[in-house]
C-alpha cells in the first residue's frame, strides 16, 4: 500500500490506517474481505446498484438542524461533509461507510476525542470488526494487520446497518441475491465459453484403432481444442486423417438466446436494494424525469437516510443535545427538475414568505442583490392574517350600521 502514499506524511495517520480505508472501499479484494462481497460485486447490476445509491447518499450534504433551523457552523456539519481526518475528505468517508453497510451485513466508523471533544471519525474495515459481549457490557474488539487486538467501547463505534433483527447484527443483502447472482454467473460463463470457442458447440472426436488411456486422450482433446477453438478458427475447413472423426454436437439456439436477453438478475437486485427500475434503464409506465427522480428519492433513497441519520443522530449528539438537534440529508443536490420547474417552484418559496430573495440566489450560485435589497421577505398584498381580516369586517359592518357604506361595499359584501 505504501505505492498510493509514497512521500506522503498525513498527521496522526500511518499508512497502517490509510490502507483500512482504501480496503474498505468496494472492489478491494484483501485477505480480510468477505468472499459474497469480493464474488457479488463482479456482477454488473450489483455495482451499478451499490455505487448508485452509496455516492447518491454521499453527494448530499447532512445538515444539522437546531430547534429546526440548519445550523451550517455546528462541528458535526464540518466532520460529516468535509474534514471528517486528516487522511480523507467527506465524500469519501460517506462512500465507503454507506457501501459497506450495502455490501456488508455492518459498517463501522470510529469516533476519536481530544481533551473529550469529537475531533475525527476513522473508517474501520468491517472484517477487523468483532461485536462483543461479555454479559457485562458491550464492547467492539478491532485487529489491525499484524494481528493485534484492542477493545473499543460501545459509543466510540458508530455502527451502521441497514436492515436488523436484533438491533445489532446486520443482515446482508447479498444473501438474498445469492441464487440468483449465481445462476447469472452460470449463465454468462456458459455464453462466454460459447462464444471464445468460435460459436462452435462441443463434438465427439474419434480415433480410429487406437487404444489410448486417459493421459493419451487429454492430450489429443487439448491439441485439438487449442487447434479448432477461438474466433479466428470460426468457420474454416477441418482436416482430419483417415484414422479420426469428427462429429460436432448439436445446441438450441433458443438456450442462448434466453441466457443473452434474460434480466432476471437486474430486476432481483432492483428490487432487493429497492431501486426503480428506470434507474436500471428498463422502461417502466409513462413517466418524466422529474417524477423519477421524485421516486427515486421518497421510495429507494428515503429508507437508507433515515437509517443514517438516526443512526448517527444515536451515536454522535449528546442526550441533551439530542432532544432539540437532528440530522437531515440535504436532498436539493439530486433533485431534477427542468429550468421552467425550478422558476416555479423559487417562485413559489418567493410569494410565501419561505425564502427571501438573497437565499434563492444564493441557492443558483449568484450573489446578494447589492444594498440589501434582496434581505427580506416579500409578501403578497392579498394575504393578511385573521385577526387583520377580523377587524376590518367588523369595521365595515360598523360602518354600514351606522349609513355611511357605499354602495360598491354593499354589492362587494352581498
Do not use: C
Not at 48 to 76: C, F, P, T, W, Y
Not at 82 to 93: C, D, F
Not at 260 to 288: C, D, R
Amino acid at each position: 500500500m505504501g505505492i498510493f502514499y509514497r512521500n506522503i506524511s498525513h498527521a496522526g495517520y500511518s499508512e497502517d490506517d490509510l490502507e483500512v480505508f482504501v480496503s474498505a472501499l468496494p472492489g478491494f479484494q484483501g485477505t480480510n474481505t468477505e468472499w459474497t462481497s469480493v464474488e457479488a460485486i463482479k456482477n454488473t447490476d450489483v455495482f451499478k446498484a451499490i455505487v448508485m445509491i452509496a455516492s447518491d447518499l454521499a453527494k448530499m450534504d447532512i445538515q444539522v438542524r437546531r430547534d429546526g433551523v440548519i445550523d451550517e457552523n455546528h462541528e458535526l456539519s464540518f466532520l460529516l461533509n468535509k474534514r471528517p481526518n486528516n487522511a480523507y475528505n467527506g465524500y469519501k468517508l460517506k462512500f465507503a461507510f454507506f457501501a459497506n453497510a450495502l455490501l456488508n451485513r455492518n459498517s463501522y466508523l470510529e469516533k476519536q476525542y481530544v481533551n473529550n471533544r469529537l475531533v475525527g471519525l476513522k473508517l474501520l474495515r468491517p472484517s477487523a470488526v468483532t461485536l462483543k459481549d461479555d454479559q457485562r457490557e458491550i464492547y467492539y474488539e478491532v485487529t489491525d494487520e499484524d494481528g493485534n487486538v484492542r477493545k473499543l467501547n460501545y459509543h466510540e463505534v458508530v455502527d451502521l446497518s441497514f436492515y436488523t433483527l436484533d438491533g445489532f447484527n446486520g443482515l446482508n443483502i447479498i444473501d438474498v441475491l445469492s441464487q440468483v447472482l449465481e445462476t447469472d454467473k452460470s449463465g454468462k460463463a456458459f455464453l462466454s465459453n460459447f462464444l471464445k470457442n468460435g460459436t462452435h458447440a462441443g463434438g465427439i472426436l474419434k480415433m480410429q484403432g487406437a487404444a489410448m488411456n486417459r493421459d493419451a486422450r487429454n492430450k489429443v482433446r487439448e491439441e485439438f481444442q487449442k487447434t479448432m477453438s477461438g474466433n479466428a478458427e470460426a468457420g474454416k475447413v477441418i482436416v482430419l486423417d483417415d484414422t479420426m472423426e469428427y462429429q460436432q454436437l448439436q445446441i438450441d439456439t433458443e438456450v442462448l438466446k434466453l441466457i443473452q436477453n434474460s434480466k432476471p438478475s437486474t430486476s432481483e437486485v432492483a428490487k432487493a436494494f429497492g431501486i426503480p427500475l428506470h434507474k436500471f434503464g428498463i422502461e417502466t409506465n409513462n413517466i418524466n424525469i422529474a417524477e423519477a427522480n421524485l421516486d427515486y428519492i421518497a421510495s429507494a433513497l428515503g429508507p437508507y437516510m433515515k437509517a443514517i441519520s438516526t443512526e448517527l443522530e444515536f451515536q454522535l449528539l449528546s442526550s441533551e443535545e439530542h432532544k432539540n438537534t437532528s440530522l437531515h440529508f440535504d436532498i436539493n443536490d439530486i433533485r431534477v427538475m427542468t429550468q421552467k420547474e425550478q422558476a416555479e417552484v423559487d417562485k413559489i418559496l418567493l410569494e410565501t414568505g419561505q425564502r427571501t430573495l438573497d437565499e434563492v440566489r444564493l441557492s443558483r450560485g449568484l450573489p446578494e442583490v447589492p444594498g440589501g435589497y434582496g434581505s427580506k421577505h416579500r409578501v403578497s398584498l392579498n394575504f393578511v392574517d385573521i385577526d387583520m381580516a377580523r377587524d376590518y369586517q367588523k369595521a365595515t359592518m360598523d360602518n354600514r350600521l351606522k349609513g355611511g357604506g357605499t354602495n360598491g361595499d354593499e354589492q362587494g359584501n352581498s
